[in-house]
């Protein structure tokens, strides 16, 4: 119960796995993978892993495993980057995108594993975004800015450098993140995590999600978006203000000097 993410994932693979489906969880972050290995390995699910540590005939053989029609591998853990490239895992019907990528095209490519030539299944996507955090600001940048490359690309088609994909975040984008992050922090109720702790997994997906279903070649894929619900109050900090994190340090009873 260290993190509402894992938290939602402890709730739903059970019901994954009882449905028969086989899943494939995206991480950014090594050691976010070593919790989640560790974490499998608590509940005893079979799994393998592939990041950027893993070379070789070593990357080959746990693809291999997973793939066999007759593999027990309930779960796949891999790095976003690491897995996103020249890998099929159609085997997988189920993706878990554990924490977003600051570029989307990435996210893209790591759920595109499952979604390869030989899928017969429809792919459910689920992509777990921290509410009232900076990854939710970041998320819809990203989002927005992934739109606007699109149609950008649409229009520049064969030009070059029209690939290059989204651009990186300035200091000041970075910044506001940060801000909207910790201005959120404060507005948790101290109950609402309790709340999510005790709800079960249908009723978090069914009040808690926001779902997008997108036609392919007439079958439907569905892609899920988790968010973690959190309290609507305000506090009484301007994010424009220019002392900001010293009014927040505050708020959140942080000694800043002892920071500094």
């Known amino acids: 119960q260290a993190a509402g993410k894992l938290v939602l994932i402890d709730k739903l693979l059970p019901k994954l796995k009882a449905g028969g489906h086989r899943v494939l969880i995206f991480s950014q972050m090594v050691r976010c993978l070593d919790i989640l290995e560790d974490y499998l390995i608590q509940r005893r699910y079979p799994y393998e892993r592939i990041d950027g540590r893993v070379r070789g005939n070593l990357r080959q053989a746990a693809i291999d495993r997973f793939s066999r029609p007759d593999s027990d591998r309930f779960v796949f853990l891999l790095c976003t980057r690491a897995g996103g490239l020249g890998i099929n895992l159609t085997a997988a019907d189920t993706c878990i995108i554990f924490d977003s990528d600051w570029n989307p095209q990435n996210d893209l490519q790591a759920q595109a594993r499952c979604h390869r030539i030989g899928q ?3 792919v459910k996507i689920y992509r777990l975004i921290t509410r ?5 600001e970041m998320f819809d940048k990203a989002s927005l800015k992934l739109g606007l490359d699109k149609a950008v690309l649409q229009s520049m088609s064969g030009r070059e450098n029209a690939t290059n994909g989204v651009q990186q975040l300035s200091k000041k984008e970075i910044e506001d993140l940060l801000r909207k992050g910790a201005y959120g922090a404060l507005m ?5 995590g309790s709340k999510f702790c005790e709800e079960d997994i249908d009723q978090i997906l069914l009040r808690r999600t926001h779902t997008i279903t997108i036609e392919s070649e007439g079958k439907g894929s569905t892609f899920a978006k988790a968010s973690f ?5 305000r506090t009484d900090i301007s994010l424009d203000d220019p002392n900001f994190w010293q009014k927040w340090a505050k708020k959140a009873e942080l000694d800043i000097e002892a920071l500094n």
């Not at 009232?132 to 939710?136: A, D, F, K, P, V």
Request: charged content about 45%; glycine content about 6%; aromatic content about 6%.
């Open 188 to 192: 948790d109720e101290e109950d609402e």
């Open 132 to 136: 009232n955090s900076y990854e939710r």
């Open 229 to 233: 619900v959190a309290s609507g109050n």
């Open 120 to 122: 017969s299944k429809s």
